[in-house]
T-cell receptor
C-alpha cells in the first residue's frame, strides 16, 4: 500500500525568508502524481503545486517550488519570500496514475507559522 | 463560480441520530469523493464515485453510506451517529480520466457527536 509521510509536525519561518517542508512516500508504482495542498484556518483545501512522476524537471508555481527526488521517494516543498498569508497547514498527497480512480493519499500535514 | 458546495457547515448530533451531509458540484465532474479529517491528521477517503449510479468504498467506509443519483450530487449518510465519527468532512470532485487533474474541495462540514 502507498503511504505518505510528513515528518515535521510544525515549522516556523520569518517573513521574507525561505522554508522547506519535507515529504517522503512509499510506492511500487512507476506512474503517479504528487501534490501539495494548503489548508488555511478557513479549512479550505487549496492546491499549491503538482508534480508528475515521469517529469524530471521540478515543478514551480511563483514562490513555490518542489525538489522531487524520485529514487529517494522524496517530494519537498520550498516556499520563497514567505508571506504572512502562507501560514497554514500543508499536506503532501500522492495519487496513482495509469487511469486509476484518482484516490488521493495524504500525509499528516505540517503546520507552518510565519513570523512578522 | 460555485465549485463544490457542502451543507451544513456545522452540526451537532446526539449518539444514535442520523443525518445526511450534502455535496453538490457544478463543474460536470464525474469523480466525487468524501473524506474525513480527524484532528492533527490528514484526510482519509470514506467513499468515492466515478459517475452517476457508481460508488465504491474508500479507506474508512464503516458507519457511512453514499448514493450518486446525479452527476452533481453526492450525499453522505450517517445512520447511527457514534462519537468516533466526530470529524471534519470534506467533499471533493475531479475530472476523471487524467490523474494529473487536482481534486476540488468543498469548505468542509464540522460534525460533532455528543
Amino acid at each position: 500500500a502507498q503511504t505518505v509521510t510528513q515528518s515535521q509536525p510544525e515549522m516556523s519561518v520569518q517573513e521574507a525568508e525561505t522554508v522547506t517542508l519535507s515529504c517522503t512516500y512509499d510506492t511500487s508504482e512507476s506512474d503517479y502524481y504528487l501534490f501539495w495542498y494548503k489548508q488555511p484556518p478557513s479549512r479550505q483545501m487549496i492546491l499549491v503545486i503538482r508534480q508528475e512522476a515521469y517529469k524530471q524537471q521540478n515543478a514551480t508555481e511563483n514562490r513555490f517550488s518542489v525538489n522531487f527526488q524520485k529514487a529517494a521517494k522524496s517530494f519537498s516543498l520550498k516556499i520563497s519570500d514567505s508571506q504572512l498569508g502562507d501560514a497554514a497547514m500543508y499536506f503532501c498527497a500522492y495519487r496513482r496514475g495509469g487511469g486509476a480512480t484518482n484516490k488521493l493519499i495524504f500525509g499528516t500535514g505540517t503546520l507552518l507559522a510565519v513570523q512578522p | 463560480n460555485a465549485g463544490v458546495t457542502q451543507t451544513p457547515k456545522f452540526r451537532i448530533l446526539k449518539i444514535g441520530q442520523s443525518m445526511t451531509l450534502q455535496c453538490t458540484q457544478d463543474m460536470n465532474h464525474n469523480y466525487m469523493y468524501w473524506y474525513r479529517q480527524d484532528p492533527g491528521m490528514g484526510l482519509k477517503l470514506i467513499y468515492y464515485s466515478v459517475g452517476a449510479g457508481i460508488t465504491d468504498k474508500g479507506e474508512v467506509p464503516n458507519g457511512y453510506n453514499v448514493s450518486r443519483s446525479t452527476t452533481e450530487d453526492f450525499p453522505l449518510r450517517l445512520e447511527l451517529a457514534a462519537p468516533s465519527q466526530t470529524s471534519v468532512y470534506f467533499c471533493a470532485s475531479s475530472y476523471d480520466r487524467d490523474s494529473n487533474q487536482p481534486q476540488h474541495f468543498g469548505d468542509g462540514t464540522r460534525l460533532s457527536i455528543l
